[in-house]
């Protein structure tokens, strides 16, 4: 028996022999690299967290053997996804407050609060996520059923696009408002003289900044919260637009400790501050944190008519929507962002804000260039302006749910004819022939699944439209991940490292229970993360 087990460990160790020891390796598997080529191979192996060779299954279990070895039972697997547009601390927040998405009524906004309230007994009454445009009565709520049910606690309810919110009685007591308030970009909604509730834009942030920051211990499980929803949608890196330096400070704590994995691209806020922090100290790297932008208001939200339109909404002749800063604003800011060699990431939703920022872009970086200044969302284009995206590089980041969204009500909004040059992902494509995909996460879902189906398929999980979406701005199959993978890298100059499963670059990769580039419109929708790997780190597994 002995002489039986020796020899069976002297042919186990010869034939082991002359292979290369790895941390991981994958194989039997249908890997889309998403390299150059667009090739596939069916194994890779992994070697201090990052991929170090690729190839058949035969041929990478002939030269290494690795401690972990995974057997994809002919499953696919891509790069780790990246969501190119998020916001990942606001979404960590999300997860602590009344959830108020997909509510068909006002009255069902109220009694989720209500319920939300029992648990939640104390301090400010935080909700997000209700949107006016899913009820019947589409107009604004007022807060006289908040200030009935809540006379005592300051309420606040976010909308879901973040643009617009409603307080109550109390919290404009506890923030000193007694009347409305000209703004420059933001509007303080009255009835008969007084108040209602709702603000829009630069009105939010009256009550909002009145709301106590988290203390850390809260901080931490708002980060930890959103990484590990993320990590089970297949995401391993998020751009996150628009944070102030202090949070940034935090999450680099964070990441030193190793509590906090998700890699993040952060783009700080438009404040004097932010701007005094990064010039000083320089340009953030690791391998988990890249700081180099920061993400400037054009103008508001098309649900909430905050968009700015170079003419009146079609629903509304009276209004045009507003820039959120006057226009000398960001002419400054481009110059001092450009002077000191930062990226310029400005939201801009409406064809007159989309021509305002690209002007001033077209104007600063005079020509082609690789400064990928981006446009957020570029969500409403005038026809005449799609060259100014090519014409100076200037990247279009955008968000394919908000097309699914909005379509429903988007062409009321806009009128038929300026409808056309509105989420028109493959006509700004064109423009410099790659183009990142997010979400807008909390705004809309984070399953970047659904990025893939909207962009792809523009409709949603009832096949609405019939005839889908302005179909002729759809995305194809490898467009779309690309969108999610190396060009979402690109976006944020990192296509070096990560985005495509090469060797040399990150051990990010999810593995998925379908080929999402081969599968039916319904069957996208139903496919499930089965593991994310993070520097070849098992981050998630489906139970």
């Keep these: 028996m002995k002489s039986f087990l020796y020899t069976l460990f002297l042919v186990v160790a010869l034939s082991s022999c002359g292979k290369k020891q790895v941390d991981v390796m994958v194989y039997n598997a249908r890997v889309y690299t998403v390299n150059t080529n667009f090739d596939t191979?069916?194994?890779?192996?992994?070697?201090?967290?990052?991929?170090?060779?690729?190839?058949?299954?035969?041929?990478?279990?002939?030269?290494?053997?690795?401690?972990?070895e995974i057997d994809a039972a002919g499953k696919v697997v891509y790069p780790g996804f990246i969501d190119a547009h998020a916001h990942f601390f606001g979404y960590g927040q999300s997860l602590q407050t009344a959830d108020l998405r997909e509510t068909k009524s006002w009255e069902e906004v109220c009694q989720r609060l209500t319920d939300f309230a029992k648990t939640h007994p104390d301090g400010w009454l935080i909700g997000n996520g209700w949107d006016q445009n899913d009820w019947d009565d589409r107009a604004f709520p007022t807060n006289e059923k908040l200030n009935q049910l809540f006379p005592n606690r300051p309420v606040f309810l976010n909308r879901i696009d973040g643009h617009a919110a409603i307080a109550n009685q109390k919290a404009f007591d506890d923030a000193g408002i007694k009347q409305a308030q000209k703004l420059t970009g933001g509007d303080m909604l009255t009835q008969d003289g007084k108040l209602t509730g709702v603000l829009i834009d630069n009105a939010v942030s009256l009550v909002e900044s009145k709301i106590p920051t988290p203390d850390a211990k809260l901080a931490e499980k708002i980060l930890m919260d959103?990484?590990?929803?993320?990590?089970?949608?297949?995401?391993?890196?998020?751009?996150?637009?628009?944070?102030?330096?202090?949070?940034?400070?935090?999450?680099?704590?964070?990441?030193?400790?190793?509590k906090l994995k998700m890699r993040l691209y952060v783009m700080l806020s438009d404040a004097p501050q932010n701007y005094d922090y990064l010039f000083k100290r320089g340009a953030i790297k690791t391998d988990r944190l890249n700081v180099r932008a920061f993400k400037v208001y054009a103008d508001g939200a098309l649900g909430s008519r905050g968009a700015c339109l170079l003419h009146p909404y079609n629903d509304m002749p009276n209004k045009t929507g507003f820039l959120l800063s006057k226009q000398k604003h960001f002419e400054e800011v481009a110059a001092k962002i450009y002077e000191h060699n930062f990226q310029m990431c400005?939201?801009?939703?409406?064809?007159?804000?989309?021509?305002?920022?690209?002007?001033?872009?077209?104007?600063?970086?005079?020509?082609?260039?690789?400064?990928?200044?981006?446009?957020?969302?570029?969500?409403?284009?005038?026809?005449?302006?799609?060259?100014?995206?090519?014409?100076?590089?200037?990247?279009?980041?955008?968000?394919?749910?908000?097309?699914?969204?909005?379509?429903?009500?988007?062409?009321?909004?806009?009128?038929?004819?300026?409808?056309?040059?509105a989420y028109a992902y493959k006509q700004l494509l064109e423009q410099n022939d790659w183009i990142p995909l997010g979400t807008d996460f909390p705004v809309e879902n984070i399953n970047p699944l659904l990025t893939f189906y909207a962009a792809t398929v523009r409709q949603d999980a009832k096949d609405f439209p019939a005839d889908r979406f302005q179909q002729e701005n759809a995305l194809t199959p490898e467009e779309a991940l690309k969108g999610m993978t190396i060009w979402a890298a690109k976006a944020n100059f990192e296509e070096k490292e990560k985005g495509s499963l090469e060797a040399g670059k990150f051990a990010d990769f999810v593995i998925l229970d379908t080929d999402i580039l081969k599968s039916t419109p319904q069957n996208i929708l139903k496919t499930k993360v089965l593991k994310t790997y993070l520097n070849g780190e098992k981050v998630y597994e489906a139970k």
């Design 41 to 68: 191979v069916e194994a890779f192996v992994v070697k201090d967290g990052k991929i170090l060779a690729l190839g058949t299954s035969s041929e990478i279990k002939k030269q290494y053997t690795a401690a972990d």
């Design 226 to 258: 959103a990484q590990q929803n993320c990590f089970a949608a297949g995401l391993t890196t998020i751009d996150d637009c628009g944070l102030p330096f202090q949070t940034v400070d935090f999450i680099e704590k964070l990441q030193k400790e190793n």
């Design 346 to 421: 400005t939201h801009a939703i409406g064809d007159s804000a989309n021509r305002v920022i690209l002007k001033i872009y077209n104007k600063i970086l005079k020509g082609k260039n690789d400064k990928r200044w981006r446009i957020e969302h570029a969500q409403v284009v005038n026809t005449q302006d799609f060259d100014l995206f090519g014409q100076t590089s200037i990247i279009p980041s955008v968000q394919p749910t908000h097309a699914t969204s909005d379509m429903y009500w988007a062409g009321q909004r806009l009128g038929a004819e300026r409808l056309k040059g």
